[in-house]
């Protein structure tokens, strides 16, 4: 008998964010009233797509059991590890006695809050059909340099040249496999990444540009515009 695929998230939240300089790591702090983590979850949330959210979290962390999202009826919490690639593959075992091979599960960062439902659906329409799957990405609109050191080499030919977002999607039981393959690898800095390793070739799907990452304090105020201005619409 034949399983419709379900739908799952996975998002990796053990890092410190140390480019931030804050008294927390980035994912704690204050953003148009929540956590910036409590915001990125409510984006996922607000898709109802996902059958479950697994949320890969420090042992050390003592901000993630004070929120209420952390109760959350469809939040599970896994144990984060070292590296990005380590929590993301214990996110995906904390939901393994549940998810099938074949289910889809994308995989979101933490510090991207201002993700919309609208880009969920589209990646997730796009790729339902795709045999490896695919990530959120931005086409590069400015000048692209090859350096060493202060030293220019060369011009990038940009129209070759996308910056990955999140979510990434990919089927769970090979994000699962690729991930545990590249165990310890350091070009692995995202999922589709794992994916390139054992010779896949995922698809690019065009995010928005307001799917911005928090990682310097500059970032705070432009994603509170952001979600302002998504609010704004959802008013009007």
């Known amino acids: ?104 599960v994308l995989v979101h960062d933490a510090a991207r809050p201002c993700l919309t439902s609208s880009d969920i659906h589209r990646l997730i329409n796009t790729l339902i059909n795709d045999p490896v799957g695919g990530i959120l990405a931005l086409s590069s609109h400015d000048t692209l340099k090859n350096v060493q050191g202060q030293t220019i080499l060369g011009t990038l030919d940009r129209s070759h040249i996308w910056r990955a977002l999140t979510p990434q999607m990919f089927r769970y039981g090979m994000l699962s496999a690729a991930l545990q393959a590249a165990e310890g690898n350091p070009a692995v800095t995202d999922e589709a990444s794992a994916l390139e390793l054992q010779g896949w070739q995922p698809k690019i799907v065009e995010g928005r540009p307001d799917n911005i990452k928090i990682t310097r304090p500059e970032d705070l105020p432009l994603a509170q515009f952001y979600l302002q201005q998504a609010h704004n619409e959802e008013q009007a």
């Open 1 to 104: 008998m034949s399983h419709s695929p379900k739908f799952w998230a996975v998002v990796p939240a053990a890092g410190v964010g140390k480019r931030m300089n804050a008294d927390r790591p980035k994912q704690y702090l204050p953003l148009a009233g929540m956590t910036v983590i409590e915001q990125t979850l409510a984006c996922l949330l607000q898709a109802e797509v996902f059958t479950a959210i697994s949320v890969a979290i420090s042992a050390e962390d003592p901000y993630w059991p004070e929120l209420a999202i952390a109760k959350h009826s469809q939040v599970v919490t896994a144990p984060g590890g070292r590296e990005r690639a380590d929590s993301v593959l214990s996110g995906l075992m904390a939901l393994g006695v549940q998810a099938r091979d074949q289910d889809w």
